[in-house]
């Protein structure tokens, strides 16, 4: 195979690759959006389910323990939820590790 045939075989897998992990982060999205919901969550203002979420991500990027306790609740609702027919794929989980809860 030469070059040019290999750069354009490996551009295709790319265009490929970054499709799919589009698709994967949409339902990705829709998972969270309906999480939301499942737990009642989504009648809360806005702005508090904002602020909330914020102190969320500042906990959670600052490494603070209690994340470990939300860790271990989020692991036991999934695995709830998976037992009915619903939960992350790996391969959602997989699409962007950096993105999961800690």
Wanted: hydrophobic share 35%; proline share 4%; glycine share 6%.
């Amino acid at each position: 195979m030469t070059a040019s045939l290999k750069l354009r075989a490996l551009s295709a897998k790319i265009s490929e690759l970054q499709a799919q992990q589009s698709d994967l982060l949409k339902k990705r999205n829709l998972d969270i959006a309906e999480d939301i919901s499942r737990l009642n969550l989504a009648h809360l203002d806005h702005m508090k389910l904002m602020g909330g979420l914020l102190f969320l991500s500042e906990k959670i990027t600052t490494d603070d323990p209690i994340t470990e306790d939300w860790l271990k609740a989020g692991e036991k609702f999934l695995r709830r939820q998976k037992g009915r027919g619903r939960g992350p794929t790996k391969a959602a989980c997989q699409a962007n590790p950096t993105d999961q809860p800690s």
